[in-house]
């Protein structure tokens, strides 16, 4: 018997019986009949919760948070308040929404704070998914599984229990929401550099596509000691160029003459496409019309230096397209893959198939850095820079 039939193939049986009617019961019985809304959290999670609720005809009373420099503020006309002012005031007529990606700690805050209706923000999503288009991460139960023939592929090519463990948990929590299933996330620090998997030396080449403002350089130095070859820092933000270019520009010695700042998305061709140009982590490629335009290359066409030896790509949701356009370097070169996988459900399967067919010699490894399905990370890893064979429990029969 293979590990999917064993493991996958009965859990996903269960799991195909979830359904939205049994969702939007899950809600109505932890919102037990609420007349409006309060939002914990004023982040991209709270913003999408407050479009979502106004598109649903909620009233939104309310946003708590613990910031204490936000309360008295105003959000689209909604005041900031400090959430024990927030249950004090909306105890009885609200439903407080947890819009917070790390959400455990706020959750038991307000139970301590004797909240009767605390709702997760995925809870919040199922119930109100038709009214938040805009969120194209989470998925509704019933439709997690509809391809199980896909599921059972990417979950073949993972490299280890650990990661199979993990991708098992992440379909059962996107279905059920059960957070007992989910295994500890892993130190945010280790993100894109998992230190049981990779061994990085003072000859790495990063690509660092979705540089941002320089956030996973600096832990890619703390990493590395401050010690590297090059750097091609690829952002196509005008906000984040500028607040990387400033980083940059700090670093000691001739630290930022080896860095290639690069102000492009990425993709498999050369377009002019719709952007959301936020300057925060969340700024990404919409359809239709966004606040901005960029100009997307292939990565295969815009290095012009040494060759990455690392490639990390966080760039929400155009990461299948940025594989295939980095297909030639990828063959060329054999770099270690780090590749965000949370931004759509689908990508947890869909992205060891592309990473495989680039590369069929890859190992592949599944990390979660963060609660919930957020901050998670495939690494692939030719055989030859694997950190250590014992570092990790190799599966038997494999695909590979």
């Known amino acids: 018997m293979t590990q999917v039939e064993s493991t996958l193939d009965p859990l996903m049986e269960v799991l195909a019986a979830l359904s939205l009617p049994n969702a939007i019961a899950t809600f109505e019985h932890v919102g037990d009949g609420a007349k409006g809304v309060v939002i914990f959290g004023c982040g991209q999670l709270g913003t999408f919760a407050l479009d979502g609720a106004t598109q649903a005809g909620l009233k939104v009373l309310a946003f708590a948070d ?4 936000n309360w008295g503020r105003r959000i689209a006309g909604v005041e900031v308040m400090s959430p024990q002012e927030a249950v004090d005031r909306y105890n009885d007529e609200a439903f407080f929404v947890v819009a917070v990606y790390n959400g455990t700690a706020p959750r ?3 139970a301590e704070l004797n909240c009767k209706r605390v709702v997760p923000y995925p809870l919040f999503f199922w119930r109100f998914s038709h009214h938040m288009p805009f969120e194209d991460r989470l998925e509704l139960p019933n439709r997690v599984i509809e391809d199980r023939n896909a599921i059972r592929t990417g979950y073949a090519f993972l490299s280890d229990a650990r990661s ?69 820092a690829i952002e196509p933000d005008a906000k984040n160029l500028a607040a990387l270019k400033k980083y940059l520009a700090s670093l000691p010695g001739n630290a930022a003459q080896r860095v290639s700042v690069l102000p492009f998305g990425l993709s498999d061709r050369d377009e002019v496409v719709s952007f959301d140009a936020s300057g925060t982590v969340g700024s990404r490629v919409v359809a239709g019309t966004g606040s901005d335009s960029i100009q997307c290359r292939r990565l295969d066409d815009i290095l012009d230096g040494p060759q990455p030896t690392l490639i990390k790509m966080d760039i929400e949701g155009a990461e299948p397209r940025a594989i295939l356009g980095a297909a030639a370097t990828i063959r060329a070169s054999r770099p270690i893959l780090a590749i965000c996988v949370y931004h759509k459900c689908e990508h947890l399967w869909t992205l060891p198939v592309l990473i495989k067919n680039a590369l069929p010699e890859y190992e592949i490894f599944l990390r979660r850095y963060a609660e919930e399905c957020w901050e998670t990370v495939y690494y692939a890893i030719p055989p030859e820079r694997l950190r250590s064979k014992k570092s990790h429990e190799r599966i038997p029969g494999s695909q590979s």
């Not at 613990?66 to 420099?69: D, I, K, S």
């Open 164 to 232: 199979r463990t993990e991708f098992a948990a992440q379909i059962q929590w996107r279905c059920s929401l059960d957070y007992d299933c989910l295994p500890k996330a892993d130190p945010p620090a280790e993100m894109y550099y998992a230190p049981d998997l990779v061994f990085l030396n003072e000859r790495e080449v990063l690509a660092d596509c979705g540089a941002f403002d320089g956030d996973s350089i600096r832990m890619f130095l703390e990493t590395t000691n401050g010690r590297f070859r090059h750097i091609y």
């Open 108 to 110: 038991q805050q307000l």
């Open 66 to 69: 613990n910031n204490q420099t």
